[in-house]
């Protein structure tokens, strides 16, 4: 029989067959082997049965793939109403030859064994399956039930092997469950042996009482896999795997901006506010206003047309509604027009993974673009540092996936560090808001500043900001001999500039107007001279009018007294011949 | 082709024969089979052979998994042997025609 085709040397990678199981895709790199048997294994009530009826649901309704389930454990009734509650209708699916579900039933006290036998019976009900429907996909759950019921085990495990080389051959994708071994094995009977081209490893455990369920990639034959151990939760649509962390960082960056809904916050953020579908975090200690940031950060995302989700794991939903009224943001009026939504759970309801798992179902339910967690420290309660930690990692991870702009508030507890945020979830986030009471002088006034913000410019100052009526306010810088100063110290040194404001001003008007009178007196002296000049231009004028008389006057004498002696007629010649004469 | 219908007495006893071909293993637990019937419930029984390689939708009916499987249907309850039938007392006690020792 040919197990191992051509394809399986060279570069070219394995041909994969996804399993529509969420998470599960991603984890190996586009699904099972195509056309090979896997193994699932597990102990008890770890998930491997729904994990085998949801790849042939999946592969029925996603990929057009018909698939067959055989069990050995549970009737098809008994499938068909555990599944149900998961929404996998499987009547339909039989009714549109999509699927086939074959109960083998094997009772020992039933059976005789006498001499030779195989299991082509076995094979006959499945291959006679397979082929009415043209099944693509088999999940034998469990095979290994066949070791309690047959004394053979010999035979079984030759038939197994066959079995396994068939299916092979059949070119069907198998998933063969297996119950967890308590020896060394990954299965009590370790029927691994036989398929050894893919083995995934289901398990179970509760740690501080809240369980987690997980899921490993043993081996992965021809393919390259995640190799950590991935929690994963049975929510109300089927199995989610969460890959704790992405095996690749490939969400993509958008250049749009997103108001933060203070007009000045905004400001200090480059002057756009947070990058769209980036993760910001408000931390500060209790009464800091962390909530109401994150009021207006919503108020702002639902006047713009942007669906919310906020999940509040401190207060209810009426609470915040009405203390958000108080500083003047309506958020009711959001919830009416669908705009808003509360998700509102204590965190000790359910541990982390269930709590993803609803976050999970919310968002998809929801499709917001804004989602705001408040406050993330709360979880805390409900497990370990490093599994909160490991849980908003993925949670960050899978709204940066689906493009959700993130806003999570986190309480920093009083005397602690402030910079650093109780989870250490610094390197998770991309723009970063602290808020912290300053205390001086008997008082103590709240500051805001910018710790960091991946991708753009930010203002470095520590603001003042007011909680008003109206809303959060952040107030002018006033940078004092000692650093910023807030709360009276401020208003102290307002009032001082608006007294040094006003003597300056007097000062002013002074010299001002003494400058006036001075340009004036200027003014008048230039009048006075300029009549001077008038007067000393007329007599100028008289003189020479009466210089030109007298000497009109003096030439008439000369000419008359002429006349009177019978002189020649004074010409210019004769006058100048007589002058020069003289 | 290999049903045998004996019509001479009362049909108390109803068997069918699983096989999946005419397979060395078949043939054997047939003619081991015949050779038990006729000794212990001669003209009592009626045999059936079911060949699942010509009708295979049959072997989900009767929960088939091994071949050979003989299965007792009458009289109830309903019993299983499986294998060429090749160890004659075992065949009896799983038909219970004998009691256990």
Redesign the interface.
């Given at each position: 029989m040919a197990t191992e085709g051509p394809d399986d040397f060279g570069t070219r990678q394995l041909p994969k067959c996804p399993t529509g199981i969420k998470g599960l895709d991603q984890i190996t790199s586009g699904g099972f082997p195509s056309g090979r048997p896997t193994l699932v294994c597990g102990g008890a009530g770890c998930g491997k049965t729904l994990l085998g009826i949801e790849f042939l649901v999946r592969g029925a309704t996603e990929y057009d793939e018909p698939g067959v389930l055989l069990s050995f454990e549970e009737t098809d009734t008994e499938v068909k109403q555990n599944v149900r509650s998961l929404g996998f209708d499987l009547e339909r699916l039989i009714a549109d030859k999509k699927l086939r579900l074959?109960h083998?039933?094997?009772e020992r006290s039933?059976?005789?064994?006498?001499?030779?036998?195989?299991?082509?019976?076995?094979?006959?009900?499945l291959?006679?399956a397979i082929d009415t429907i043209g099944a693509k996909r088999v999940v034998l759950d469990t095979i290994e039930t066949?070791f309690s019921a047959?004394t053979d085990h010999t035979v079984l495990r030759a038939e197994l092997r066959r079995l396994f080389r068939w299916l092979k051959s059949k070119g069907v994708t198998a998933i063969i469950t297996g119950e967890r071994g308590h020896g060394e094995g990954l299965t009590r009977n370790g029927i691994e042996e036989y398929v050894s081209d893919c083995v995934i490893l289901l398990d179970h455990r509760v740690v501080n009482q809240l369980s987690t369920r997980r899921l490993r990639v043993v081996k992965y034959r021809g393919s390259t896999h995640g190799t950590n151990e991935y929690p994963f939760i049975i929510t109300s649509r089927g199995i989610s795997v969460l890959p704790v962390t992405s095996l690749v960082l490939e969400h993509s960056a958008s250049r749009e901006r997103v108001s933060t809904g203070i007009g000045r916050l905004d400001v200090m953020l480059g002057g756009r506010g947070i990058f769209r579908g980036s993760t910001a975090v408000v931390s500060g200690t209790a009464g800091t206003g962390k909530s109401s940031l994150a009021a207006h950060f919503v108020d702002a995302a639902c006047r713009r047309g942007e669906k919310c989700l906020y999940f509040a794991f401190e207060e209810s939903p009426s609470q915040i509604v009405r203390n958000m009224e108080s500083i003047g943001v309506r958020l009711d009026e959001h919830v009416k027009t669908g705009m808003l939504r509360f998700q509102a759970a204590r965190p000790t309801l359910h541990g982390l993974e269930l709590h993803l798992a609803v976050a999970h179902e919310a968002i998809e339910d929801f499709h917001p673009s804004i989602v705001v967690l408040d406050p993330v420290t709360n979880l805390m309660a409900a497990g370990g540092l490093s599994d909160v930690y490991s849980m908003l990692l993925r949670l960050i991870d899978y709204l940066k996936g689906c493009g959700i702009t993130t806003l999570m508030t986190t309480l920093t507890s009083a005397g602690a560090v402030l910079e650093a945020t109780e989870t250490n979830i610094s390197s998770l986030i991309d723009t970063w808001i602290l808020l912290r009471d300053t205390e001086s002088s008997g008082e103590r006034n709240r500051g805001l500043f910018i710790v960091k913000s991946r991708g753009m410019p930010h203002s470095n100052q520590v603001r003042e900001y007011r909680i008003t009526d109206h809303g959060l306010e952040i107030l002018d810088v006033y940078v004092g001999g000692g650093g910023a100063l807030t709360g009276s110290a401020r208003l102290a040194q307002e009032a001082r500039d608006r007294a040094e404001e006003m003597l300056r001003n007097q000062e002013f008007q002074q010299k001002h107007a003494e400058m006036e009178a001075e340009r004036a007196a200027i003014a008048a002296q230039i009048t006075s001279l300029q009549a001077k000049l008038k007067v000393t231009d007329h007599t100028i004028r008289v003189a020479d009018s009466e210089e030109e008389l007298r000497q009109a006057k003096v030439a008439a004498d000369r000419d008359a007294m002429a006349k009177s002696r019978y002189a020649d007629q004074a010409t210019p010649q004769n006058t100048r011949l007589k002058e020069g004469s003289q | 082709m290999m049903d045998e219908n004996d019509d001479r007495s009362e049909k108390n006893w109803e068997l069918r024969l699983y096989v999946a071909g005419q397979t060395p293993k078949s043939l054997k637990a047939f003619a081991n089979l015949k050779k038990i019937c006729d000794e212990h419930l001669a003209g009592q029984y009626r045999i059936e052979v079911v060949d699942l390689m010509l009708s295979p939708q049959l072997a989900e009916g009767d929960q088939i998994l091994a071949i050979p499987t003989l299965v007792r249907k009458l009289p109830e309850p309903v019993r299983k042997i499986i294998g060429d039938l090749s160890n004659t007392e075992r065949v009896l006690v799983g038909l219970d025609l004998r009691p256990v020792a």
């Open positions: 074959d083998v039933r094997v039933e059976i005789e064994e006498t001499g030779e036998y195989d299991l082509e019976g076995l094979f006959v009900r291959g006679y066949l047959l | -």
